[in-house]
């Protein structure tokens, strides 16, 4: 069973896309009253910012009606800019397949001899695919979106709310792998991380169904221990080759 929210599927952080791709100057994106994008009264209706006729889908990427290419829709959440649902236990191979797609019609390379506003559009839209790709691609990035998206967040730093004996339990492991002399032992550790990762997933999952936000909180919060310990192992095993 996955696990689904029946909340409100809207992103209300900018971004700042000079981090995401090109860097050619920063780019934030907001829907001004009187700004390209058009509304009508009533229920929320965009337009095209060349043509001027509504836009279908939600988000909408290319006009219907002229084929260009349309700034991001403010608010969007990444669950929606990559059509997978709103759950921790989404289909990767649904995410990747959407990606490529995306990637394909957006690159800025196919917008070259197009208008300035097109390659800038271009530039964001493809931008803000590779964030919400990488974002959903693995539980403990996409963890930690879900969270944010209903208003918490894991500080950096040391989780003062981890008990004594699971960070006797890093610290040991930390010290095994600092100790570790051949790629066998590295990779010994490397796979206890990856099956604790493996049934935090699960945890979190549940907890998550069950609307139990502290809990996945504090799961994810061990996820990311883990998932650090993961990564000093690659490292570990690339001193070692």
Known sequence: MST??????????????RALGKETKPLFYTIPIGSPRNYCTGQVK???WKCKQPLDNSPAFFCMSCKVVQPPDEGTSFFKIM?????????TQKLQKRYL????????????????????YSEIQSALVNKAYKTLLKPLSRGLYMLELKGMRIEEGTDSSADSEFLMELMEINEALDEARTPEAANRIGQDAKGKL?????????ALLKGDLQTAKALLAQMKYYANIEEKVKEKLSELM
């Open 4 to 17: 689904s929210f029946p909340m409100k599927d809207t992103w209300h952080h900018k971004t700042n896309f």
């Open 83 to 91: 059509d997978c649902d709103y759950t921790f236990t989404l289909d």
């Open 198 to 206: 493996a049934h935090l997933t699960k945890e979190i999952d549940a």
């Open 101 to 120: 797609q995306l990637q394909r019609s957006l690159h800025p390379d196919n917008f070259s001899q197009k208008s300035v506003k097109e390659q800038e």
């Open 46 to 48: 965009l337009s095209c």
